[in-house]
């Protein structure tokens, strides 16, 4: 244990431990119990849309495996699991028809979560969207507000079912991450048909009405009943200046308004940055006077996933090294080592990967700056983690994950500041991920896991790595 960090000294008894996943990353189950076919079930099964090839059809298997792996949390010993419900399970076919086989999946995990004592922290849309809906030539997915009608039927039937147990309601994942990956980088599906920067403005913008839709339906037909409480997830990554000079600070700004206020200032103040006015005219959609009532207030508590820094310059003034873009009208270049190598973040441990470099300091920033914009809100840290890096290549290697021990600690150890010296009001953290899983884009190669999964191990064995058992140590101290 590190010197000091004891969670009864630093936490609130009602502060939530948690780990976090979504159900296309863990189910598997993907023609099994009447379930649907998905977007990503489709999009994996093309050559060359995923690094190793695979496919999200059995990964984890906590379909047939829960029961084991919710006996597992509650011997880590947290109170709390983030999942989400699968769209394309609960209606498999059309709008029209729930699946009574998915409903009594999502009852049996949240009785046995309940029954151990660990409390269901559920997911609406965690990009499993089903394939009808992307084909249907009316609805296009995301690009047309159609979809809304049918996130209302999806979502109304998870708060008449689970409501009863489930008091913590996130309506959607990362609408800036997923929004950029999929309409920029054309790596999540729809891939080639979403096309044009232009969409992402639409997709995000779909994204958002529907949130504040769904809020609006549980608020005025479940919440007094049921007591519970909804909010969005948003990724927020922590922006440095490249250097000192007025045009890379100015850069900063901008990341900052194309990130963080772009989702989040409609939901708080009910309209985009007027930044992003300005700099995109017409491309950025408007909502009208109802909408942006409708979603001026539309959480009762921030999820925010954190996971890494990085350095800003102006667009396309340096060669950059490792550049990474998320909306080019934003008129920046972001960077993981700067020009003389310097990585944000620790490059202590075999990290070789760039992505996902340790950076605590980022953390405690991020939720200093999102109180002072936003307020006292409650916020979750409904995600934070740290792939194995490519060069980790034996079993021994894996399990003895010192670099995610050090990864949590500091972790941790800054959510303490940020709670005690700086006055944030953080109510829980959610460790990404519980076992390694199937990601995205890639496959099986990173792992993310307390818990390590040989995926070619017909009985998918999960194996607690050094850090499920400091975890485990710090959630008992
Ligand atoms: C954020 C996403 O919500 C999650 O699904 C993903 O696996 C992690 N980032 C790690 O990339």
Redesign the pocket.
């Known amino acids: 244990m590190v010197a000091g960090l004891s969670r009864s000294s630093l936490f609130s008894p009602s502060f939530l431990f948690g780990v976090?996943s979504?159900s296309l990353?863990v189910e598997g189950g993907a023609s099994e119990g009447g379930r649907g076919n998905g977007i990503w079930n489709s999009f994996a099964s093309i050559p060359g849309k995923i690094t190793d090839g695979t496919t999200p059809d059995v990964t984890c298997d906590f379909f047939h495996k829960y029961e084991e792996d919710i006996l597992e949390m509650k011997r880590l010993g947290i109170n709390t699991y983030r999942f989400s419900i699968s769209w394309p399970r609960l209606f498999p076919e059309s709008s029209r028809e729930l699946n009574l086989e998915g409903v009594a999946f999502y009852n049996n995990v949240i009785d046995c979560l309940v029954k151990a004592g660990v409390a269901p922290f559920v997911t609406l849309y965690?990009?499993d969207l089903p394939q009808y809906l992307q084909d249907d030539l009316e609805i296009k997915g995301w690009l047309r507000n159609d979809i809304i009608q049918h996130f209302l039927v999806f979502v109304d039937a998870c708060f008449t079912l689970f409501g009863d147990r489930v008091k913590h309601w996130i309506t959607i994942?990362?609408i800036h991450?997923?929004t950029v990956v999929c309409c920029e980088l054309e790596m999540f599906p729809p891939g080639n048909s979403v096309k044009g920067m232009s969409d992402s403005y639409v997709v995000a913008h779909n994204l958002l009405l529907a949130h504040a839709a769904a809020v609006k339906l549980y608020r005025t037909k479940y919440q007094v009943n049921q007591q519970g409480s909804i909010g969005m997830?948003a990724?927020v990554q922590w922006y440095e200046p490249l250097s000192d000079i007025q045009e890379d600070r100015d850069a900063v700004l901008r990341c900052i308004e194309f990130n963080m206020g772009w989702i989040l200032d409609p939901v708080f103040f009910g309209d985009y940055p007027t930044m992003m006015r300005e700099i995109l005219g017409e491309k950025l959609p408007k909502f009208t006077k109802e909408q942006s009532e409708d979603l001026k207030g539309s959480m009762d508590f921030l999820g925010l996933?954190y996971?890494f820094a990085l350095w800003v310059t102006k667009a396309a003034k340096i060669k950059p090294l490792g550049m990474h873009t998320w909306l080019p009208e934003s008129q920046t270049n972001l960077f993981w080592v700067n020009a003389d190598g310097k990585l944000l973040g620790e490059a202590e441990g075999p990290y070789e990967s760039a992505m996902?470099r340790s950076c605590p300091w980022g953390l405690r920033k991020v939720l200093a700056s999102l109180s002072s914009r936003y307020g006292n809100i409650p916020i979750y840290i409904t995600?934070n983690?740290i792939?194995d890096s490519v060069i980790v290549r034996t079993l021994d290697e894996r399990l003895n994950d010192q670099w995610r021990v050090k990864f949590l600690q500091d972790h941790i150890q800054a959510l303490s500041e940020s709670i005690r010296e700086d006055k944030v009001n953080v109510k829980g953290y959610f460790h990404?991920?519980f076992t390694d899983?199937w990601?995205?884009f890639s496959g099986y190669a990173?792992h993310?896991g307390l818990y390590y999964i040989d995926f070619e191990d017909p009985q998918l064995h999960r194996t607690p790595k050094a850090s499920a058992r400091w975890f485990a140590s710090f959630l008992k101290s």
């Open positions: 976090a979504s990353q965690h990009w994942n990362e991450m997923g997830v990724d996933n996971y996902f995600e983690g792939k990404w991920s899983t990601e995205w990173p993310f």
